[in-house]
């Protein structure tokens, strides 16, 4: 079985404390007890590359006050008996007093390539009582060095421009007896879908999905036991351009390639390593006995463009033995598995199809022409059922908007066809699916000369990385709760493999500001840790030498070429990272990131030694899609766009004083002065050049002051009079926002910050144009790139740069968790050991429930607030975190908690009255606030 987690998909708040927190009169059970245990973020992954990989559990929900666990045991041993019978022949750490949960390393013997371990962990709650043992759990070795393998690369010798039809490659061999235990470790340069006896391995996508080739490729391992039988068996794999040899987008535009960005020749990597009893293993690998064709079915492959596909040449067999392959040509064997790129286990969650999504409409705007309505802005493709003769061809074109014709929009995706082609063979129950594509697309145009497609026949398949999702969020407002949804769907949309800037033109690139700003939204939306553990490895894969990172990752253009070293966009390689560390707790992630990130503040130092980043800054994006690029009726307003040389130096301080804490966490003190010291210079230059005595913000815009005070570049005294002059910003607009990418949801959260969350939630609940509130009431489902992406009587905006999904504006997820919900980790420490729960009513919102799966469990959070004088608050506390509860209030005798009027049930400490809230500490379990 491909790597997978366990943990449950968000269920309502209510459902799930009914289940899991009920049986109020029975008797608790004693102790704590380990759940959902996690390898390297991963649940029993094939393939783990660290050499003493972190250990992760959470617990059994526990309606217990105060639960947490004082003390650990974990065994790991060889054999699933012995671990079953209490025995850690591999480790037994003993009992080791700690609160850890999160990422506690294997403290064993050196683990060897290819072993399999079997392990389980116990916990002693805070009364020093030892809980049940958690499930038994495992994991499996990675092949730790290239020479581990006895594979080589292969591909079809035959020509290689021109003919991009997907090569199909096969292999047949015998076993001697029956498989005990088979795994099978598959690479790519290109995409690889795998088959074994007839059947496909896996529900992987993509594989082996995107890094930088010339670096570092990924293998992906299967547990393939069930699949082999004694005797014949055969090894089939389709091998497909991807994005090593396909279109990658801004290929054209920089490196002049249409195609073959990283390479020509797609190839494949595969090795099957077989246990049986009582005898040797039996290893199958690519090398030169394997046959290729390319007259199969896939005709052309492309991840922008699209696939075609012709039934006709389906070949009946050939993924089982005894299957005539006499036309079939020996195969070119290339370099050893050792001798080419690093080879590395993919160390995130696949790329999956994850939901199904059925049209709600069909509808046919010219004669022949159908048009599928997906009701939701989508990834992935369809599948189609399809009727005709051999021969006849349907063409499946796939956009994201209509146009005033009801006909699909397809201006807006610039170069990238997206279009499929499947011609049929004239059978029975024809269906077709693409597998090397992918597109970004609501509806479908489905035209060609097979029969007239029913509403049923056509179904959206939606594909990215298929990370857990962690949060939930609702409130009486129906407008928030769609801007929620459309964040989720556009996060969804953008993951595959690296997080995208968007999904569907001919672009699809790991910007790198995009996911600055919206980092911490993704990490509420899913388990992001070994998403942007592995994309920081690209990040660090694309640093040039100077320190200069790039403004996308992967950057397959050259590192010190066009398209690196921008303010806002290199400075991903420092937030990222340590938003990781906040939130996973992960320091492994900083120690290995920290010289990357101290190397890139030292490249603009270099390039700026008066601390003012005027030099130096590549494209230079600036605040990008600020109020001034707004093209509307009422809008050619000027002077909404921050200094660049603001930006950017903001930008450069903001990174400064991240790589000192980075440092002060690592234990780096004498880099943690010089770069504390160094964020003070920056700091005191930025003042001296930028900022008046009076607060004013060269520039006066609503984004300078929003990134002044977001960053802490300016004096507490002068704090009031900016939030002003922000404000003053706000009422220019009559009350709308002129900022970009980098400044709107820092702009919410200043004002949330400065006590104006009244204002926020007005620019949050906004339906005039530009506002969040404009696009949902003109149908958006997803976020989109520009406020005025579409303008009633204007139309689309410029259709060289105009995305529906496009996350970035989207990161004001960050300010519905933090404000609207109340849901914050304490800042002061990382991992989520504690938490800050301190919704701020208002915008007239009657109630709200979401939740937050933290690496140490679920926090769930909701609020009433029927009228004014009521206000009531749930929040449930997972074991082993504490939280601190802001209760809105103008004293604590107003606040009662649990039973009687006024009680304060156990485990409930008032701490101080605070900002208008009486602040309670509480550790694990359900607790009911309510204030009279
Ligand atoms: C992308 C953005 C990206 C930007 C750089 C655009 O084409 O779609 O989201 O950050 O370029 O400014």
């Known amino acids: 079985m491909p790597t997978q987690r366990v943990r449950s998909l968000i269920v309502p708040v209510t459902i799930c404390a009914a289940v899991t927190l009920s049986g109020q009169g029975a008797p608790p059970p004693a102790g704590i007890q380990p759940t959902a245990l996690r390898v390297e973020y991963l649940a029993n992954p094939l393939a783990v590359d660290a050499p003493r990989p972190r250990l992760t559990w959470e617990f059994v929900p526990t309606a217990v006050r105060g639960a947490r666990q004082t003390a650990y045991r974990i065994l790991v041993a060889s054999r699933a008996d012995l671990l079953g019978a209490g025995t850690g022949d591999v480790w037994d750490s003993g009992k080791v007093t700690s609160g850890d949960t999160a990422n506690v390393p294997y403290g064993g013997r050196v683990l060897k390539s290819r072993e399999r371990l079997h392990w389980k962990v116990q916990a002693w709650d805070e009364r020093d009582r030892p809980g049940a043992w958690s499930a038994a759990a495992e994991w499996t070795m990675g092949l730790l060095d290239g020479r581990d393998w006895a594979a080589r690369w292969i591909h079809d010798p035959g020509p290689a421009v021109a003919d991009v039809s997907a090569t199909c490659l096969r292999r047949e061999f015998t076993l001697a007896r029956p498989a005990v235990r088979a795994i099978a470790r598959v690479s790519a340069l290109g995409l690889y879908e795998l088959r074994i006896n007839g059947q496909r391995v896996g529900d992987r996508q993509l594989a082996p999905e995107w890094t930088d080739y010339t670096t570092r490729v990924q293998y992906q391992a299967y547990d393939v036991t069930p699949l082999l039988r004694p005797g014949a068996n055969v090894v089939a794999a389709t091998v497909a351009d991807g994005w090593y040899a396909g279109g990658v987008g801004l290929g054209m535009i920089i490196a002049k390639k249409p195609r073959n960005v990283y390479g020509t020749t797609p190839s494949l990597l595969f090795e099957l390593e077989v246990q049986h009893a009582g005898a040797g293993p039996t290893t199958v690998a690519s090398d030169a006995s394997w046959a290729a064709t390319r007259n199969g079915p896939v005709r052309s492959a492309d991840i922008l463009n699209g696939e075609a596909y012709d039934a006709r040449r389906e070949m009946p067999g050939w993924d089982r033995p005894g299957f005539d392959a006499s036309s079939w040509h020996p195969v070119a064997p290339g370099a050893a598995a050792g001798a080419g790129p690093r080879l590395v286990a993919q160390p995130n969650e696949p790329i999956r199809v994850t939901q199904e999504l059925k049209p709600v409409r069909v509808t046919e ?325 930028y900022v008046g005595a009076d607060g004013r913000v060269k520039g006066e815009t609503q984004a300078g002051y929003a990134l002044a005070l977001y960053f802490d570049l300016v004096p507490e005294a002068l704090r009031p009079a900016m939030v002003r002059r922000m404000v003053a910003g706000i009422d220019a607009y009559k009350g709308h926002m002129s900022t970009g990418f980098h400044s709107t949801y820092r702009m919410m959260m200043e004002l949330t910050r400065a006590g104006r969350t009244d204002l926020a939630y007005q620019l949050a609940l906004q339906r005039t144009f530009p506002s969040w509130g404009y696009s949902i009431d003109n149908g958006a489902t997803t976020i989109w790139e520009r406020w005025d992406g579409y303008v009633k009587g204007r139309g689309f905006q410029d259709k060289g740069m105009n995305s529906f999904n496009h996350y970035a504006i989207g990161a004001v997820g960050e300010w519905m968790y933090r404000v609207v919900l109340g849901i914050n980790a304490d800042p002061a420490q990382a991992g989520w050991t504690r938490a800050v729960i301190r919704p701020q009513p208002g915008g007239g919102l009657t109630w709200t429930r979401g939740s937050y799966h933290s690496i140490r469990g679920r926090i769930d959070v909701s609020w009433r607030q029927p009228s004014a004088a009521t206000f009531s608050l749930d929040v449930t506390v997972p074991p082993g975190v504490t939280a601190t509860v802001f209760v809105p209030a103008r004293d604590a005798a107003q606040v009662s908690e649990g039973a009687g009027p006024a009680a304060r049930a156990a485990g409930v400490r008032f701490v101080r009255m605070e900002g208008g809230a009486a602040v309670f500490e509480v550790g694990s379990g359900q607790y009911r606030f309510a204030v009279k």
């Open 365 to 689: 705007p010219k004669p022949g022409v159908f048009v599928f309505d997906l009701g939701q802005n989508m990834v992935g493709w369809c599948r189609l059922s399809v009727r005709g003769r051999a021969g006849a061809t349907v063409k499946l074109r796939h956009a994201e908007m209509l146009d005033d014709s009801g006909v699909v929009y397809t201006e807006n995706l610039r170069g990238a066809l997206q279009t499929d082609a499947y011609t049929l063979r004239g059978a029975p129950g024809e269906s077709f699916e693409p597998r090397f594509t992918y597109h970004g697309f609501r509806y479908v145009e489905v035209t060609g000369d097979a029969e007239r497609p029913r509403l049923e026949d056509l179904s959206g398949r939606a594909v990215h990385s298929a990370v857990t999702p962690a949060g939930a969020f609702e409130t009486s407002d129906a407008l928030l709760n769609q801007l929620w949804k459309n964040i989720v769907w556009t996060q969804r949309d953008n993951m595959h493999s690296i997080p995208t800037d968007c999904p569907q033109r001919d672009e699809r690139l790991g910007w790198m500001g995009d996911i600055l700003v919206f980092s911490q939204t993704a990490i509420y939306n899913f388990d992001m840790a070994a998403f942007l553990t592995k994309w920081i490895v690209d990040v660090r894969d694309a640093q040039a030498g100077d320190g200069r990172f790039p403004d996308f990752a992967p950057h397959p253009f050259g590192k010190n070429e066009r398209f690196t070293g921008a303010p806002g966009w290199g400075d991903a390689g420092v937030v990222v990272p340590w938003r990781a560390y906040e939130n996973y707790g992960d320091t492994r992630i900083l120690a290995e990131h920290f010289d990357a990130a101290a190397r890139w503040v030292e490249f603009i130092r270099r390039e700026n030694p008066d601390l003012l980043w005027t030099k130096t800054r590549g494209n230079d994006y600036g605040d990008w899609l600020h109020g001034d690029t707004l093209v509307a009726e009422g809008w050619p307003r000027k002077g909404a766009e921050v200094p660049k040389e603001v930006f950017a130096t903001a930008m450069f301080a903001h990174s400064t004083d991240l790589v000192s804490r980075m440092a002060r966490v690592l234990g780096k003190d004498a880099e943690a002065k010089k770069y504390g010291d160094l964020f003070a210079q920056i700091k005191a230059a930025f003042n001296k050049a």
